[in-house]
């Protein structure tokens, strides 16, 4: 099985810069992923890494450490509709995802 | 428009009741999934089917069933719904076999049973 711990809340200004972390143990890794959710709606899919690095994809960008069992999501120039919750999602070798509890990231003006 | 289709968008149920939650996809995707989300407990796989006519369970499989008679459907029944069923379901499908494999998820559906 997976275990997958990320943080519950984070708050930030807009403009500024927030790092969500997320650390995993797996009985088996196939690649990461980061999806955003708004409250209300369906999970979006963000980024994906499965080899060690960052990813960069405009104002976000993904981190990954596969001897370390950890990720992050970094996110440039906050603005309020960033307000959302930000799911780590570990799949296995079998395709399946597990996911974390998700990260509530609040903007403030 | 492509993509996933739920219903219905909400539901209240007496327990006891049997209940099936819809889920189309006209994306051609081979594999489909059936999660629940809680507030403190994230998304949680139920069910999930790696093509049709195949199915397996997920991490809570109990008091839930799946068929995947087609490519496009994948409904999920909860045959004598309970309580503790009340919870946000997301079926989210994906093309599987590929190296990202996205799996793009339908609106929810937002189950009370009373």
């Known amino acids: 099985g997976q275990n997958i711990d990320q943080p519950t809340e984070m708050t930030a200004t807009e403009g500024a810069i927030v790092q969500i972390n997320c650390t995993y143990q797996?009985?088996?890794?196939?690649?990461l992923f980061w999806y955003q959710q708004h409250a209300g709606e369906a999970p979006t899919f963000l980024s994906y890494n499965v080899l060690d690095g960052l990813e960069e994809k405009g104002r976000f960008s993904s981190f990954l450490s596969r001897s370390k069992g950890y990720s992050y999501l970094l996110l440039k120039e906050l603005q309020m509709k960033d307000s959302a919750s930000y799911l780590c999602a570990v799949r296995d070798g079998d395709y399946k995802l597990s996911f974390g509890a998700g990260t509530t990231v609040t903007v403030r003006a | 428009i492509a993509g996933i289709t739920q219903a219905p968008t909400s539901q209240i149920l007496a327990a006891g009741r049997r209940m099936t939650l819809r889920c189309t996809q006209d994306m051609r995707h081979n594999a489909m999934y059936w999660y629940r989300q809680d507030l403190g407990l994230g998304l949680r796989l139920i069910h999930y089917s790696n093509t049709a006519g195949t199915t397996g369970k997920g991490e809570v499989p109990d008091g839930y069933s799946v068929s995947r008679a087609n490519t496009d459907d994948f409904p999920l029944t909860l045959a004598s719904a309970v309580p503790s069923q009340t919870s946000v379901y997301f079926c989210a499908s994906s093309e599987q076999g590929g190296t990202t494999d996205t799996q793009s998820f339908g609106p929810g559906t937002r189950l009370t049973v009373l």
């Open positions: 797996t009985s088996g890794f196939n690649g």
